[in-house]
């Protein structure tokens, strides 16, 4: 086996928070009595590495339950071109209008896949990454020092066309969840999905958030995106901000504050439609 190469790792996650996964909720844009006229837009949520879409859960409950039709669709977390050129079919395949929201790396591959799409009316970080053109996960973790994973908590395993990186067990509540039961934490870190390495040196393309209107939830004790990096990156965008007291995984412990910030998103976009 090669020498893994010494790079830092900074890598977006949701998590696994039940043994089920729930990836989607319903298939096409809600409608008013059988007139096939929408009344909502479709949501649709992009989880970050090691993680599925599960960490989605009870934001996905939340916002059904309100009405929204939603999807959240596997990130398949093999690189930043190949993820957002999956994220793009995905959405091309999506009726009517779209609010996209992304959780950590999940909002550098929304960024990319939105970018063209006329169908999507809003963006939503989630204590994600919002990069300009050109910018890489490795040099936006190096903009704002602070975060708590680098390569000494990762263990890395190779594949057929690299390798992968799985942060290691003693850290991984500290760094990624620090507001979650331990008991829940443990389970996240056993079903992580790795996030390939060469991900990130890749660089961004054109921004989606150029000329689509941004939101942003940022995660004040987020150990892992400093929450400075957060504002900044934000303000940049020209995003609207709400804040909260939460871990990197804001959509798992403050759901109701995440759901909320993507329903506000719909409701100032839906007089577009």
């Known amino acids: 086996m090669s020498e893994v190469p010494r790079r830092t790792v900074l890598a977006g996650s949701a998590a ?4 089920g996964v729930l990836t989607a909720a319903t298939a096409g844009p809600a409608t008013a009595g059988g007139s096939g ?27 059904t339950r309100d009405g929204y039709p939603v999807l959240a669709p596997p990130n398949p977390l093999r690189g930043v071109a190949s993820d957002s050129a999956y994220l793009a079919s995905f959405l091309a395949s999506v009726p009517g209008p779209i609010v996209l929201a992304g959780h950590s790396y999940g909002g550098f ?12 009316r809003a963006l939503v970080y989630v204590a ?11 040099g936006l973790q190096v903009l704002f020092p602070g975060t708590e994973l680098g390569e000494a908590q990762l263990d ?6 690299g390798y992968d990186g799985y942060v290691k067990a003693a850290v ?17 870190w056993a079903t992580q999905r790795p996030g390939d390495t060469h991900t990130l040196g890749e660089p961004s393309g054109a921004p989606a958030w150029r000329d689509i209107p941004s939101w942003y ?16 990156m934000a303000a940049r965008a020209g995003a609207r901000v709400v804040e909260v007291r ?22 100032t976009v839906a007089k577009g439609f």
Do not use: C, Y
């Not at 989880?47 to 009870?58: I, K, M, Q, R």
């Not at 591959?109 to 999507?120: D, I, Q, R, W, Y």
């Not at 509540?173 to 389970?187: C, H, Q, W």
């Open 217 to 232: 939830l940022v995660a004040r004790d987020d150990q892992l995106i400093p929450a400075a990096a957060q504002r900044f």
């Open 37 to 63: 006229k929408a009344t909502k837009p479709t949501v649709v949520l992009v989880h970050g590495a090691f993680a599925d879409a599960s960490g989605w859960t009870e934001v996905i409950r939340r916002l």
């Open 128 to 138: 994600a990454f919002a990069p300009d053109a050109g910018e890489t996960v490795q």
């Open 109 to 120: 591959v929304l960024t990319n896949a939105a970018a063209g799409n006329a169908n999507v």
């Open 156 to 161: 890395f395993r190779q594949h057929p066309g």
């Open 172 to 188: 991984f509540r500290e760094v990624f969840a620090g507001d979650l039961p331990r008991s829940t934490t443990d389970l996240m």
């Open 16 to 19: 696994v928070v039940a043994a």
């Open 246 to 267: 939460a871990s990197h995984v804001a959509m798992i412990s403050q759901p109701k504050a995440t759901a909320d910030l993507i329903a506000l998103a719909a409701r």
